[in-house]
C-alpha cells in the first residue's frame, strides 16, 4: 500500500511470495511474453508453486497464452487470480476488463496504482517464484513498475539481430541503475531448424547473446530455437504443456536469486524504521520492504 511519503508497500496477510522475477525486453517483439509464459511452466514442471503477474498493462497477452477465459473476481479490498489449467495463478489487466479488446490508455500514477493493487490486494497465497511480464523498453512505463515492485532479479529476453543487442545493453544498464540483478538473459528465436531437411538456420543473423552476457559478467544464457510450436500454442493458450528444457538451468538461477535492495533504488530506510507506516514519525523514508 501507498501511505504519504513513506511509499511503503506492504503486502497482503494472505500472501506469500518467496522470489519475484522481472522478465524485461529493452523493445517489443522479442517474445518476452512467451519467455515468461514458459518460465513459469518450466518452474511448475520442477513441482514449484507458480505465479504470473502481468504489468504490461497496455499489451496484456498472459490471459491468452494460458487459455484463461475467467475473469478476476474480488472486493474493493481483495481480488482473487485467475488460475490456469496447469494451476499456474495469474492476474493480469485482461483479467478484469469486460472486453478484453478494450486499450488501455492510461499514464504513468494509475499504471502504478495497478501495480500496485495486483501486487498487494491480489491473494496470491503461497507462492514459490512469481514472474512478472513487464512493460517493453526502458522509457516511463517501465520504470514505473521497477520502482514499483520488490524485484529479487530480472531476466532479459532479446533476439539475434545486431540493432536489438544494443537496446539489450540499454536494458542491462536500467537494471544495474536500479540495483536490481540481472539473473541471466534468454535470446529468442536464436536459430530454426528446418522440418524437411534439418537444416539450421539464422533467420535473424548470428548470436552476439553470449558476448554481451560476458561482458557484464551474466553467466546464465539460455538460446530459444524459432519454434512454430510455441507460437501455436500461445494462440490456442496451451503454452504452459510446451517443454522447453533450455530454461531448466535458468530457473534454479531465479529461484535463488536475491536482491537485498528491494527497495528498487530508494535510500536504505532509516533507523529505527518500523515499516509500520500508520505510525511512522521518521522524515525522507523511502523503504519499500
Known sequence: MFCGSCVC????????????????????????????????????KQGYKVAVLDADLTGPSIPQAFGIEDK????????????????????????????????V???????????????????????????????PGTGDVALTVFQSLPLDGIVIVTSPQELVSMIVQKAVKMAQMMNIPIVGIVENMSVFTCPDCGKKHHIFGESHVKDIAAQYGITEVAELPLDMAVAKAMDEGTIEFVDRPELDSLVVECLNADNPDKHDGYPEPPEGCTHDCSSCGVEGCGSRQ
Request: charged share 20%; proline share 4%.
Open 9 to 44: 508497500k506492504i503486502m497482503n496477510s494472505q500472501s506469500n511470495v518467496k522470489k519475484l522475477i522481472g522478465v524485461i525486453s529493452g523493445k517489443g517483439g522479442v517474445g518476452k511474453s512467451s519467455v515468461t509464459s514458459m518460465l513459469a511452466a518450466a518452474s511448475k
Open 72 to 103: 478476476a473476481y474480488g472486493t474493493e479490498e481483495e481480488i482473487w487470480p485467475v488460475v490456469s489449467k496447469g494451476g499456474i495463478k495469474v492476474i493480469s489487466v485482461n483479467s478484469v476488463l469486460e472486453d478484453v479488446t478494450d486499450p
Open 105 to 135: 490508455i492510461w499514464r504513468g500514477p494509475l499504471l502504478a496504482g495497478v501495480i500496485d493493487q495486483f501486487w498487494n490486494n491480489v491473494i496470491w497465497e503461497d507462492i514459490d517464484i512469481m514472474y512478472v511480464d513487464m512493460p
